[in-house]
């Protein structure tokens, strides 16, 4: 991908909303290591991914920063797969120290890993390969969909 | 005045010019969004879009499957993008390993590029599908001229035979060109050498056909001097290095610089290109993000002084830094038959009786030399003036058309030609001649896409096609996917 910063942030809010919305519905009654209710559950895992969105887009700005160091000025495709590993660290430690606001309670370890594998896979297959078929300039236009 | 002169009048909507992949990826983005046949001609010396790309690929030594210089999204069949051409030859290759590589482009592997036969094959399928072959008007583009009532008439001479009259008006409220390359031009001390002393098999450049070149040297050993530091030039040495290896001959290659590049260069550590041994080492002709991110998006909102400062540092002449490569040059600096040098050459004569060719050239350290080789392959590649283009020329005279700074079409944000309006008509332009506006990578696949699909958004507003929004897009790519027509 060769984004832009502003592409970037709509980019990461825009997947979040749409695949990472309906992956995490699709993903919530099936969880491992859940306890209470599947309400309770979905309003966990919802709120786990707005952090995610809220957070990301700090991660964005590194990213974009750490991008300037490329002659290109892209950022490949694997990047896009192996951050989720300081994104996901990071989510899991504000997760453990309690500092997600309006999650109260544990959060199991498998629980958290497998939504968040499957929403980050899910919209990183979305980023590369659908998306273009649905915004046709917006691979063109540094990943801006506005 | 056109019917008084005799000449027969065709109607149309819109006239694409060229008939090469500019004109193509245009007429696929107006039927992908509900253009009709009737509505569009295209007028071409080709019988493919392809043709001339195939031409010039062959003659600079990149065969059907070797791979070219464009990332795997690049794809001139298809607007989309997706699957890219690293997908698409996996899956026909059943190779995981192409899959793998555009997974790790560029960190681990080179960046994926597709054959040269893969597009080829690609480009003849969505031809079909768009019904290329009907929208052709096949002959030689004499002018195009802005009509009273507005619009435009595009003087074509058709092939001997084909129509009663010389000429051909085609009357149409849009015109599109896309005419591709101006020309070649020699260096200037190579043209002066080929003709004071008529001799077109010594020198020659490595856009025309110079395949005696490499038959000569299976035959007799012989020395070769490669001039130009672009891609051309690298494919010009690995088919020299190739052959070298393949037929165990002895080639001598003496390889001119005219600028060395000795390593990463740049102003900042924000903008700092790879480089070494003598190149510019770029995987694209331009840096990534110049074809549709950061780059791109800077062109767009610098003024004309911020564009021409920005060229300045991302333009200029580079080469792909691949592994095979530059294990080649390695392995020719080591034995001793590869000889890069730092020179400008000033003269170029016979050595008499036989003997080859001297070059008499100056390095940037003041120092004089001579060389003697068998051949000259000028491998720089330059583009002539727009001037050589006989429509362009006509335009820019007649046509209301102007240069921008750059010496190129002034167009505007939707590749329309600055000036050359004409009522409710208008000219819009892609591919080189259109290089140094908003947009740099002009001459290339995404380039191609990028203007064809800023045409097609202009030419909605006008009322010509309908807009592609994601609903249209997904039904489209369905269609494509499947190998339905439009
Ligand atoms: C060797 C080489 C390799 C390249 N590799 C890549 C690559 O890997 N990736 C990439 O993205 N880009 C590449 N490019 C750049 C670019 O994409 C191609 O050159 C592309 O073909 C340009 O398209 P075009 O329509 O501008 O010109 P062309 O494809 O050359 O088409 C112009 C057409 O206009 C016709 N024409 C001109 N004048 C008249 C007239 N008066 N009347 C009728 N017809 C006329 C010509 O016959 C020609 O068919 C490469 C270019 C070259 C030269």
């Known amino acids: ?146 | 005045m056109v019917q008084a002169a005799g000449i027969p009048v065709h109607d149309t909507s819109l006239a694409s010019v060229g008939g090469g992949l500019g004109s193509f990826t245009l007429l696929d983005v107006l039927r992908i969004r509900g253009v009709a046949r009737s509505s569009i001609r295209v007028l071409s010396s080709s019988d493919t879009p392809w043709q001339t790309w195939e031409y010039l690929t062959g003659v600079s030594q990149l065969p059907p499957q070797e791979r070219i210089r464009s990332d795997a999204g690049a794809r001139p069949d298809n607007i989309w993008g997706f699957p890219s051409y690293a997908m698409h030859e996996a899956w026909a290759d059943k190779s995981p390993k192409l899959a793998y590589q555009v997974l790790v482009e560029p960190v681990f592997t080179d960046f994926f590029s597709p054959r040269a036969a893969t597009v080829f094959a690609t480009l003849e399928r969505e031809a079909r599908r768009i019904g290329y072959w009907d929208m052709l008007l096949k002959g030689q583009v004499r002018m195009v001229r802005r009509r009273v009532g507005g619009g435009y008439f595009t003087i074509l001479t058709p092939p001997p035979g084909v129509t009663k009259s010389k000429r051909v008006a085609i009357r149409s409220q849009y015109v599109h060109l896309a005419a591709g390359y101006p020309g070649l031009k020699f260096l200037d001390d190579l043209q002066a050498f080929r003709e004071t002393y008529n001799d077109y098999h010594h020198v020659v450049n490595a856009y025309e056909p110079h395949e005696h070149v490499y038959e000569i040297l299976k035959s007799r050993q012989g020395v070769v001097m490669v001039r130009g530091a672009g891609i051309v030039a690298s494919r010009i040495l690995q088919r020299l290095m190739d052959d070298r290896e393949r037929h165990r001959l002895h080639t001598q290659i003496v390889h001119v610089f005219r600028t060395y590049v000795t390593g990463p260069h740049g102003p900042s550590v924000w903008m700092r290109r790879d480089g070494g041994d003598g190149w510019a080492y770029q995987a694209f002709t331009f840096p990534k993000s110049a074809f549709g991110g950061q780059l791109k998006a800077q062109f767009r909102n610098a003024d004309p002084a911020g564009r021409a400062e920005l060229s300045k540092i991302v333009g200029g002449t580079t080469t792909p830094k691949l592994r095979r490569w530059q294990e080649q040059m390695r392995a020719g600096r080591q034995g001793n038959w590869y000889h890069p040098i730092q020179a400008v050459v000033d003269k170029v004569e016979p050595a008499g009786d036989g003997r080859g060719l001297i070059s008499h050239v100056s390095g940037q350290d003041g120092r004089r030399g001579q060389y003697v080789s068998d051949f000259i392959i000028d491998c720089t590649g330059l583009e002539a003036d727009m001037s050589e283009h006989r429509v362009l020329a006509d335009l820019l005279q007649y046509g209301g058309a102007r240069r921008n700074h750059a010496g190129r079409l002034a167009v505007g944000r939707n590749f329309e030609v600055i000036g050359a309006e004409s009522g409710a008509g208008m000219l819009y332009a892609s591919g080189a001649a259109t290089g140094g506006n908003h947009f740099p990578a002009v001459d290339s696949f995404l380039g191609m896409q990028t203007a064809a699909l800023d045409i097609a958004d202009d030419l909605a507003r006008r009322g010509f096609c309908t807009s592609l929004g994601p609903l249209r897009s997904v039904r489209q790519w369905l269609k494509w996917a499947a190998g339905r027509p439009v």
């Open chain 1, 1 to 146: 991908m060769i984004p832009t910063l502003g592409g970037r942030l709509q980019t990461r809010i825009f997947l979040l909303a749409t695949v990472g919305v309906i992956l995490t519905g699709l993903i919530v009654p099936v969880l491992p290591g859940t306890s209470g209710s599947l309400s309770q559950t979905y309003k966990t895992a919802y709120l786990i991914l707005l952090a995610v969105a809220v957070v990301g887009l700090g991660w964005e700005l590194i990213y974009h920063l750490l991008m300037q160091f490329r002659w290109d000025k892209d950022w490949p495709t694997l990047l896009g797969l192996v951050t989720i590993l300081p994104e996901g660290l990071l989510i899991w430690l504000l997760l453990d120290a309690g500092l997600i606001p309006g999650v109260d309670g544990h959060v199991d370890a498998s629980t958290f890993v497998t939504m968040f594998v499957v929403v980050w896979l899910g919209q990183w297959l979305f980023a590369n390969g659908p998306m273009r078929v649905l915004f046709i300039q917006w691979r063109l236009r540094g990943g801006r969909i506005l």
